[in-house]
Nanobody, 117 residues
Framework: QVQLVESGGGLVQPGGSLRLSCAAS????????MSWYRQAPGKERELVAS???????NYADSVKGRFTISRDNAKNTVYLQMNSLKPEDTAVYYC???????????WGQGTQVTVSS
C-alpha cells in the first residue's frame, strides 16, 4: 500500500525557513519521480518543485532561488527546503509520487505552511 506522509509544516515569519519532509512507503521509491505541490485557499493546486528518479529538478518560477527539492533514496524521503519565505507561500503543501511508465499519481495528506508576522 502506497503511503506518503508529509511533515515539517508550521507557522513562520516572513523571511524565515522551513524544511518539509515526505516519507514514502509501499513502493520502490528510487524509481518514482517525486514532486511538491501546494494549494492556497480559493486557488488551484500548483506545482512547486519536482525531482526525477535520476535527480533532475524543476521549479516553479515563483520559488526559484528560494526553494530546494532533494531526495534520499536510502531513507525513502523527499525534502523541500524553503528559504526566504513570503506570505504568498502560505498554502497546504502536498507530496506526490508518480509511477514510471503508467504515470499513476499518489498523494500525501498535506501539511500546512503559514507565513505571517
Amino acid at each position: 500500500q502506497v503511503q506518503l506522509v508529509e511533515s515539517g509544516g508550521g507557522l513562520v515569519q516572513p523571511g524565515g525557513s522551513l524544511r518539509l519532509s515526505c516519507a514514502a512507503s509501499g513502493f520502490t521509491f528510487s524509481v518514482y519521480a517525486m514532486s511538491w505541490y501546494r494549494q492556497a485557499p480559493g486557488k488551484e493546486r500548483e506545482l512547486v518543485a519536482s525531482i526525477s528518479s535520476d535527480g533532475r529538478t524543476n521549479y516553479a518560477d515563483s520559488v526559484k532561488g528560494r526553494f530546494t527539492i532533494s531526495r534520499d533514496n536510502a531513507k525513502n524521503t523527499v525534502y523541500l527546503q524553503m528559504n526566504s519565505l513570503k506570505p504568498e507561500d502560505t498554502a497546504v503543501y502536498y507530496c506526490r509520487a508518480q509511477r514510471p511508465i503508467t504515470r499513476a499519481n499518489y498523494w500525501g495528506q498535506g501539511t500546512q505552511v503559514t507565513v505571517s508576522s
